[in-house]
């Protein structure tokens, strides 16, 4: 079974009670959720998820062990809009921003470089925009300009030029065909560091999914719907992610930089949020989950 990264971390600083309200914006198959419901008998858990294969899994899983919580069809972008509908403030809201394993796994979902699969990378598979419509409809400014913002892929230039050359003798439309376009793409000992189709993979996917526009928006949303004393737990898999969080919890905890020579600071231009947390994987963890070698949490939690 797919074993979420950071587990025990995240419940350690989610700092659960029986009666909290939780919200877990990232169900995927439910490896989070089933140990945060086995902690909240009198409480209640809301869980967020696009992906009907794992919303299909994660009910089997969740019913189980208890009735008090719901799954919510949703994009989380939709955090505020959904939850007003059904609650006030919660204790605590849960971000894994990583594709889950069986998404990876899944050949027919077209994530991995690894596996022929049709160029997918959907999250929500009724979506009707893909990957393939980026790899061949993108213009070679808007290829490249993704490439470098969302994959820091130095050979950007390079691998676009190629990516183009290619669909115009004929459309693009498997993962270990893109794969081998890039590969062909890049210096020699840029292929032997590590599998060069990775960045632009990943870029690829950012880009389907809207990822980073997503996540600003529904963290900034999460953190208006926490109480005080609730916590907000983030756990990221790449540097953009993670940047943006970071400068997210540092604007929202720290004092206005005019206000800090000030001798005392009123009470109403104090921050409303403090940073507990900003953890990797235990070198325990990164032994039997390879996948959490590039996972970090951070934590924040509101104080007024």
């Known amino acids: 079974m797919h074993k979420s990264v950071l587990l025990d971390e995240c419940i350690h600083y989610l700092n659960l009670k029986d009666d909290s309200v939780i919200v877990d914006c990232t169900l995927g198959y439910g490896g989070h959720s089933s140990e945060i419901l086995k902690r909240i008998p009198n409480g209640f858990l809301y869980a967020f998820d696009q992906d009907l294969d794992a919303i299909n899994s994660s009910q089997k899983r969740l019913s189980e062990l208890a009735s008090n919580y719901e799954i919510i069809k949703s994009n989380f972008v939709n955090l505020r809009k959904e939850l007003t509908k059904r609650t006030d403030l919660v204790d605590g809201i849960l971000y894994d921003l990583g594709v889950s394993s069986p998404q990876l796994d899944e050949d ?4 991995s470089f690894h596996k022929d699969a049709r160029l997918d990378m959907r999250m ?101 719907l926490i109480k005080v004393g609730g916590r907000v737990c983030v756990i990221t898999f790449h540097s953009l992610e993670d940047r943006m969080c970071k400068q997210i919890f540092k604007e929202v905890s720290e004092v206005d930089k005019l206000l800090r020579k000030l001798p005392i600071i009123p009470e109403d231009k104090m921050p409303k949020f403090k940073v507990i947390a900003n953890i990797s994987p235990s070198l325990e963890e990164l032994e039997f989950n390879n996948r959490a070698r590039s996972a970090r949490l951070r934590v924040i939690e509101r104080v007024r």
């Open 108 to 111: 027919e979902r077209g994530f």
């Open 124 to 224: 929500d598979k009724s979506s009707p925009f893909s990957a393939y419509d980026v790899v061949n409809t993108y213009s070679y400014e808007e290829l490249t300009n993704i490439l470098y913002k969302y994959g820091e892929e130095k050979y950007a230039s390079s691998i676009v030029k190629n990516i183009i050359k290619k669909r115009e003798i004929k459309p693009i439309e498997t993962t270990l065909e893109l794969a081998e376009i890039i590969k062909e793409s890049v210096p020699e000992k840029y292929r032997r560091d590590k599998h060069p189709a990775r960045k632009t993979f990943q870029a690829i996917r950012i880009e389907v999914n809207h990822e980073l526009d997503v996540f600003e928006t529904s963290i900034k949303d999460a953190l208006d």
